[in-house]
């Protein structure tokens, strides 16, 4: 049986202050740095995975290779795993767009 384990990035700065991120390549913060490193290490503990996959943008890279790293794999960057695309809303807070 194959098993699939689903993992948000950690946090952005932008998650943070809840501005929408879409495709905009915003890296991870302290806490999500942090974030990924407890989920690396937890998941090392728990699950033993054959691949480990992401979206190609930085935030989802850095939090799959902290889970990927213990276990001896590479990220595999996936397209089909990017964000939503925002449009012109990319970058703006909700009360901003609510504003426009």
Known sequence: MTRIILVRHGQTEWNRI????GRADVPLNGT???QAEATGRRLAR???PAAVYSSPLSRAVVTAGKIARPHGLSVQA?????DID???WQGLTPRQVEER
């Open 18 to 21: 809840e501005r929408f991120r």
């Open 32 to 34: 999500g740095i942090a």
């Open 46 to 48: 728990l699950a033993k």
């Open 78 to 82: 996936t397209d089909g795993l990017i």
């Open 86 to 88: 925002y449009g012109k």
